[in-house]
T-cell receptor, first 112, second 111 residues
Framework: SQTIHQWPATLVQPVGSPLSLECTVE??????LYWYRQAAGRGLQLLFY??????ISSEVPQNLSASRPQDRQFILSSKKLLLSDSGFYLC???????????FGDGTRLSIL | SQQGEEDPQALSIQEGENATMNCSYK?????LQWYRQNSGRGLVHLIL?????REKHSGRLRVTLDTSKKSSSLLITASRAADTASYFC???????????FGKGNQVVVIP
C-alpha cells in the first residue's frame, strides 16, 4: 500500500534561518507531488506541484522553493525565513488526474 | 484562481443528528472533492464527484453537485462524535488535479 511521510512534525525556527522540509512517498511510481500551506483557520493554498523529477511549478510568488531530486521525494526549502512563512505545511500525492490526493500529517512551522 | 467556499463556517450538533455543509464555486469544474481534517492532522479524502454526476454516496456521506448553480453539498447522516473535524471542498477546474480549496467548515458533534 502507498504511504506518505513528512518530517519534522513540528519546527520552530528564528527569522532569517534556512528551512528544509522533506516529504517521501512509498508504494507508487511517478506520483504527482504537491506542497500546500494552511494558515490558522484557513483553507489550503497550493504552493508547488511536480509531475516528475526536476519538474517544479510554482503557484504563488514567495520566499520558498521546492525541489524533486528523486521520483518519490519532494523538498520544500527557504534560504531565509520570514515571519509570514509560519503555518502548517502539507505534502500530498496523486497518481492520475481526476483522482483524490493523499496527504501527509503535515509540519507545523513557527517562526520566532 | 478558483476558490471553493463552504457555508456555514461552523456547525455544532448533537450526536445522531444530520449535518449539512454547502460549497459554491465560480467557474466550470472537472470534478469537486470533499476532504476531512482532524485537528492538527493532514486531510483525508471523502468523496470525489465528477461534473457529469449529480449525487454520490459513501456510507453515511451524501454529496450532491449542481453545476448550474455551481454548488455542492455534503450531508453526514446520523453523526457521531468521531465526525468532529473540519470539512473542505476542493475544485479541480482543469482535470489536472491542481485543487483549489475552500476555507472549510468546522463541525463539532456533541456526544
Amino acid at each position: 500500500s502507498q504511504t506518505i511521510h513528512q518530517w519534522p512534525a513540528t519546527l520552530v525556527q528564528p527569522v532569517g534561518s534556512p528551512l528544509s522540509l522533506e516529504c517521501t512517498v512509498e508504494g507508487t511510481s511517478n506520483p504527482n507531488l504537491y506542497w500546500y500551506r494552511q494558515a490558522a483557520g484557513r483553507g489550503l493554498q497550493l504552493l508547488f506541484y511536480s509531475v516528475g523529477i526536476g519538474q517544479i511549478s510554482s503557484e504563488v510568488p514567495q520566499n520558498l522553493s521546492a525541489s524533486r531530486p528523486q521520483d518519490r521525494q519532494f523538498i520544500l526549502s527557504s534560504k531565509k525565513l520570514l515571519l509570514s512563512d509560519s503555518g502548517f505545511y502539507l505534502c500530498a500525492w496523486s497518481v492520475l488526474p481526476d483522482q483524490p490526493q493523499h496527504f501527509g500529517d503535515g509540519t507545523r512551522l513557527s517562526i520566532l | 484562481s478558483q476558490q471553493g467556499e463552504e457555508d456555514p463556517q461552523a456547525l455544532s450538533i448533537q450526536e445522531g443528528e444530520n449535518a449539512t455543509m454547502n460549497c459554491s464555486y465560480k467557474t466550470s469544474i472537472n470534478n469537486l472533492q470533499w476532504y476531512r481534517q482532524n485537528s492538527g492532522r493532514g486531510l483525508v479524502h471523502l468523496i470525489l464527484i465528477r461534473s457529469n454526476e449529480r449525487e454520490k454516496h459513501s456510507g453515511r456521506l451524501r454529496v450532491t453537485l449542481d453545476t448550474s448553480k455551481k454548488s455542492s453539498s455534503l450531508l453526514i447522516t446520523a453523526s457521531r462524535a468521531a465526525d468532529t473535524a473540519s470539512y473542505f471542498c476542493a475544485t479541480d477546474p482543469y482535470g489536472n488535479n491542481r485543487l483549489a480549496f475552500g476555507k472549510g467548515n468546522q463541525v463539532v458533534v456533541i456526544p
